[in-house]
């Protein structure tokens, strides 16, 4: 059983299979679609790394697509159970 959600396919319950991208994906992968976008409008060609991690996150969406097998997708409870019932509380940071 995994100890926290990772980057990717992620379904609550019957719901269709949507993405979690995880914070310490998200801002480095902000920054390589920058870095691409600026790329491409002076007209350079693109850094492979920024076509490389591009790449990667485009394959994790696909996987969303419903074709894809079960194990591939992190399984919930509905979206309903996991809410909490009164607001959270500020956890203690890590030891």
């Keep these: 059983m995994q100890k926290r959600p990772e980057t990717g396919p992620m379904r609550f319950g019957a ?18 679609l920058r870095s691409l976008l600026e790329t491409l409008e002076r007209r350079e060609a693109p850094s492979p790394l920024d076509l490389h991690l591009i790449r990667s996150f485009a394959d994790r969406l696909l996987k969303c697509d419903e074709t894809f097998q079960l194990e591939e997708v992190q399984l919930l409870l509905s979206f309903e159970e996991c809410l909490m019932s009164r607001p959270t509380e500020r956890c203690p940071p890590p030891v």
């Design 15 to 32: 719901d269709l299979t949507g993405i979690f991208l995880r914070g310490d994906d998200a801002v480095p992968m902000a920054i390589h």
